[in-house]
């Protein structure tokens, strides 16, 4: 049918525009976010007139109403065999990570001296871990006491709890994102795509009170907002820190993060 043929004609398109401008962004290493691809898609699709644009919005509702729209792919570094991670952006990963998504999602697997020789040095893993308090214990009358974090101690929890986690997102429970990262399908696509995702739904389509529609989250509403904007961070690296730069890069930390022996196997 129709709508088959634009949909492929449409998929083309968009691949094609997505590895052209991810080939000529190599340098700064930003992909581009999915809602310019829809826009290309868009464009390209006006050559079909207004039919082409109802059947996007139609693919968008009857995919995300199964499992979300299924995320583009990428051309990670770290997808190919024989290649590793890109340390720079794991490192950038880390910080967009720490200073925006930790403040409501755990990564249990991780702890501090993980990061030493993949993205910062053991004095600068030290001092980062300095920076937390922990409780330990008991000392020797019994008492637990606080002290600065050692590389050792793993990454802190934003809350103590599920309860606690979910009484400060309107019931909706941050997933540790160790575990998200194995939980769905198209690891560092997904969650690039995710967080550059968010869209306002289409026409005719509700969403309840705090929740927010992105069509690559199943079922299209999600209970996070969208949280990455342009300058949201600053990079020390000086790399210019997009929606779409960050996305990245907590993207590939958290690929990393799902699977810190990655890089072991492949010396
Ligand atoms: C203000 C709190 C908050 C912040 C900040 C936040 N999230 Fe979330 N996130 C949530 C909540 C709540 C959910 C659960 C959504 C749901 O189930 O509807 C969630 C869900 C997710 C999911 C799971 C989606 C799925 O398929 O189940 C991923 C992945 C994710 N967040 C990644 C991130 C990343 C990466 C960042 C940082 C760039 C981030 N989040 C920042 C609250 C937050």
């Known amino acids: 049918m129709f709508s088959n043929i634009s949909k492929r004609a449409v998929r083309n398109v968009s691949r094609v525009a997505t590895q052209a401008r991810f080939n000529s962004t190599k340098v700064a290493g930003e992909f581009s976010s999915p809602l310019n691809r829809l826009a ?11 039919t082409t644009y109802a059947y996007l919005n139609s693919t968008v509702m009857a995919d995300a109403s199964a499992e979300g729209l299924h995320p583009p792919a990428f051309p990670w570094s770290h997808n190919s065999p024989l290649s590793t991670f ?11 990570y720490k200073e925006v998504c930790s403040t409501c999602h755990s990564l249990d697997r991780i702890a501090f001296r993980n990061l030493i020789d993949v993205s910062h040095t053991e004095d600068e893993v030290k001092a980062l871990a300095e920076e937390i308090e922990v409780e330990d214990g008991p000392n020797d009358v019994g008492e637990m006491f606080q002290r600065p974090g050692k590389p050792s101690d793993y990454f802190p929890r934003p809350y103590p709890n599920e309860e606690a986690a979910r009484a400060g997102n309107a019931g909706a429970y ?22 550059t ?40 690296d000086g790399t210019p820190a997009t929606a779409s730069q960050m996305a990245k890069d907590v993207s590939t930390f958290l690929s990393w993060s799902s699977e810190p022996e990655h890089e072991e196997r492949k010396k």
């Open 197 to 236: 995702g968010y869209v306002d739904p289409p026409a005719g389509v509700e969403i309840r009170e705090g929740l927010n529609f992105n069509p690559y989250f199943p079922g299209g509403a999600i209970a996070m907002a969208r949280v990455l904007y342009d300058g949201l961070v600053e990079y020390e």
């Open 86 to 96: 890109d340390h720079a952006s794991i490192r950038r990963g880390y910080q967009v």
């Open 174 to 195: 941050p997933p540790d994102l160790s575990l998200i990262f194995k939980g769905r399908h198209g690891g560092a696509d997904y969650i690039f795509a995710l967080l």
């Open 40 to 50: 290309t898609a868009g464009a390209a699709a006006t050559i079909g007139g207004v």
